[in-house]
Every structure is written in C-alpha cells, then in structure tokens.
C-alpha cells in the first residue's frame, strides 16, 4: 500500500509559480509511473502531467505544456510539479498518484492510490 501526501498548493497571481510535491510513504515508488491530475469545482478530474518510473519520459496536458514540468527524486520517494506562467484555468485542486497498469498515461483509471490533493488558487 502506498501512501501519498501533496504539499505546495497556495494562493498566486497570475504570471506567478508554485511548485507542488507528493510525497510517498508505505512502499518505494522508484519502480512506479507517478502522474498529477487536478479538479476545479463543479469540473471532472483531468489529467495534467505523469512521469515514468526513472522520469525518463514525460507526458504533459497541451494546456500545461511548455509551463508546468514533473520530476521525481526516488531517493526521497517524492514526486514535484513545477508551475510556471500560472494562469486562472489553473485553478484546482491538484493531486498525485500511481500509475497501476494500462496504456492510457492520461485516463485516471489507470492510477490509484490518490493524496487528499493542495489547493492551487490563481487570482487574475
């Protein structure tokens, strides 16, 4: 079982960063796929960002790329994403997860193991 706890969120204004982490407790995740997703009211979860195992490969929402980067550090069993040129859209919860299985890096069906999420607010 695997534990994950994001950390980061907070109030910004536009054109701001902020710079989210998840933390993984239980179990390594050095082995796993890590992936960030985020909700606004009244919206369905999306997919914002994942990164392989050794974060190798990365894979990014168009609505994110070229402005939010994910790395992991699996030495400290931690998972970051970078938010840059933050926008109002951005606003959300955020939350991490694994990746178990499937094809799809963008479908939240295939991740599990969800955080409580970090409150991300982008004022205009």
């Known amino acids: 079982q695997v534990q994950l706890v994001e950390s980061g969120g907070g109030l910004v204004q536009a054109g701001g960063s902020l710079r989210l982490s998840c933390v993984a407790s239980?179990?390594?995740?050095?082995?796993?796929?890590m992936g960030w997703f985020r909700q606004a009211p009244g919206k369905e979860r999306e997919f914002v960002a994942a990164t392989t195992w050794s974060g190798g490969t990365t894979y990014y929402a168009d609505s994110v790329k070229g402005r939010f980067t994910i790395s992991r550090d699996n030495t400290k069993n931690t998972v970051y994403l970078q938010m840059n040129s933050l926008k109002p859209e951005d606003t959300a919860a955020y939350y991490c997860?694994?990746?178990?299985?499937?094809?799809?890096?963008?479908?939240?069906?295939?991740?599990?193991?969800w955080g409580q999420g970090t409150q991300v607010t982008v004022s205009s």
């Open positions: 239980g179990r390594p995740i050095s082995t796993y796929a």
């Open positions: 997860a694994v990746k178990i299985g499937g094809s799809n890096w963008y479908s939240d069906s295939n991740y599990d193991y």
